[in-house]
C-alpha cells in the first residue's frame, strides 16, 4: 500500500529522503498532470526536484524513469486532488520503485497547506 502525504508534512519526508543524500538524489515530485494544468498552477521546487510527466505517458516512459532515477529514489506524486497521483504511485510500487508516496489531496491541497501562491482551478 502506497502512504499518502499530506503536503503539510512534506518538510518532513523531504528531509528524511535527503538524510545523508548526494545533491542528486534530491526527491521528485512527479506532477503527473496534464501540461495545461501544470502551466495553470504549478509548485515551486524547493529542497527537491519537478518532474512534469502526465499520467498516460508514465507507461511508455517507465524505463526511462528507472534508469533516470533507479528504483530506490523518492517520488512523491503529485495531481489536482490526489486520484491520478494514487494511481501513478500504485502503479510505480507494482514495477518496483520503493520509495514512491501520494500528495493527499494534490495541488489543490498543496495551495491551502504549503504555498498560497499556487493557484487553484
Not at 508514465?58 to 497521483?85: K, N, Q, Y
Not at 502503479?91 to 493557484?119: H, K
Request: aromatic letters at 6%; hydrophobic letters at 40%; a negative charge.
Amino acid at each position: 500500500m502506497i502512504s499518502q502525504l499530506n503536503p503539510s508534512d512534506f518538510a518532513v519526508w523531504r528531509q528524511r529522503a535527503t538524510a545523508d543524500a548526494a545533491p542528486e538524489r534530491l526527491p521528485i515530485v512527479l506532477d503527473v498532470r496534464e501540461p495545461w494544468e501544470v502551466q495553470t498552477a504549478c509548485v515551486k521546487e524547493d529542497g527537491f526536484r519537478l518532474l512534469a510527466l502526465p499520467m498516460r505517458e508514465i507507461p511508455a516512459r517507465l524505463e526511462e524513469l528507472r534508469e533516470t532515477l533507479g528504483d530506490d529514489h523518492p517520488i512523491a506524486c503529485l495531481c489536482h486532488h490526489g486520484m491520478r497521483s494514487l494511481q501513478v504511485a500504485n502503479y510505480l510500487a507494482q514495477s518496483g520503485f520503493g520509495e514512491v508516496v501520494n500528495l493527499q489531496g494534490g495541488i489543490d491541497a498543496w495551495s491551502q497547506q504549503i504555498d498560497p501562491t499556487v493557484a487553484r482551478y
